[in-house]
């Protein structure tokens, strides 16, 4: 006898660049149900649920006053998270959250408090951790010896939607959190230098390049070097090992491990990391598992992203746990 899987009935808010992405992916999933989606852009909205087969809404707590879904992906820009999340946690509905968490770190922390007094359960889009090459250089790790560094490169051009922040926010966010992942440590202290080349929107006082120096407990050094300046998207992950070093590409999927006497190509199992991010997402509403990563997880990597912000702005070295008392 087999026994029946439960449908996870689910709807999407905010259908731009990523949340389109989200419609797509549960709408191929077996055990879930794409319930609606909802955007105030109408034409947008509809002509998606009509390439989807699912109901479109331009308010999204029409939505989830008609359809009762059991969870939701918001991806809305960042600095409605906060609005929008609370909302859904307080209707009882469990979220799926963009990276990054919020804006703020108080934004953040009452999207926690919610979370845990409504007990639903809050996952943070950071999709990298989905992604099959992360997977495998964490397993090849060891073989690189003691590890000295771990940088990353995350280029490419401005994407028009994002105005309400700047490219550590939107995009630093991704490798802050990788990095902490691959060391399995938290970052103690920030160095940071960015500008603004003038090249990019009107928002001036948005940084659209940086580079971002993290310390680890121990004294590994983090390195992300980003911007919205490159006419070719780049993805690149870097680690340095006393024996070898690994190179990874985020978008092909590609690995190597290089060493004196030869590179060898490490085997990837290719996935779409955001199937694997809503897979994991759609089993912790089922089966009510904590998900990771989770709200708190997205808030240390929210305060790294503020520390680095506050670091390029002061022109000095910020503590994580300073900006976190
Ligand atoms: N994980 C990733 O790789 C990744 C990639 C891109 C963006 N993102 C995140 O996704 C979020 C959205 O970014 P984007 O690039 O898709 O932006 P976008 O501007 O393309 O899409 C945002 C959508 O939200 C809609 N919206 C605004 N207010 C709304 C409301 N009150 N109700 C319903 N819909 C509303 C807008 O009309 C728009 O369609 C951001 O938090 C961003 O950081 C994540």
């Given at each position: 006898m087999f026994k029946r899987r439960s449908v996870v009935r689910v709807g999407v808010i905010g259908t731009g660049n990523m949340g389109k992405h989200h419609v797509r992916v549960y709408s191929g999933m077996?055990?879930?149900?794409?319930v609606g989606i909802a955007d105030i852009n109408r034409a947008r909205v509809r002509h998606l649920a009509s390439l989807y087969n699912t109901k479109a809404y331009t308010s999204y707590h029409e939505l989830i006053r008609r359809e009762r879904p059991d969870a939701v992906s918001i991806a809305v820009p960042t600095t409605m998270h906060k609005d929008v999340a609370l909302d859904i946690i307080a209707s009882g509905i469990h979220a799926l959250i963009e990276?990054?968490?919020?804006?703020s770190l108080k934004a953040a922390d009452e999207i926690i408090e919610a979370a845990d007094k409504e007990d639903v359960r809050v996952m943070i889009g950071h999709i990298e951790r989905f992604n099959p090459v992360v997977e495998a250089l964490k397993d090849i790790m060891p073989e690189l010896g003691e590890i000295l560094t771990i940088s990353s490169k995350r280029l490419g051009p401005y994407p028009p939607s994002i105005k309400d922040v700047g490219v550590i926010l939107d995009l630093a966010v991704h490798d802050i959190d990788v990095i902490s992942v691959l060391y399995g440590k938290h970052v103690i202290s920030v160095n940071a230098f960015a500008g603004n080349s003038f090249r990019n929107s009107n928002r001036h006082d948005l940084e659209d390049y940086a580079t971002v120096v993290l310390r680890y407990e121990g004294g590994n050094i983090g390195v992300v070097e980003t911007n919205w300046l490159t006419p070719r998207k780049v993805r690149t992950l870097m680690i340095v090992g006393t024996e070898a070093v690994a190179h990874a590409d985020y978008i092909t999927q590609n690995a190597e491990v290089w060493k004196p006497e030869c590179t060898i190509t490490v085997s990837v199992d290719r996935q779409e990391p955001l199937r694997n991010e809503l897979e994991s997402f759609i089993r912790c509403v089922s089966t009510r598992a904590k998900p990771h990563p989770s709200a708190e997880d997205g808030k240390k990597v929210l305060a790294v992203a503020i520390a680095a912000i506050n670091s390029y702005r002061k022109q000095e070295e910020v503590r994580i746990n300073d900006i976190l008392s």
């Open positions: 077996d055990n879930v149900e794409l990276k990054p968490i919020a804006d």
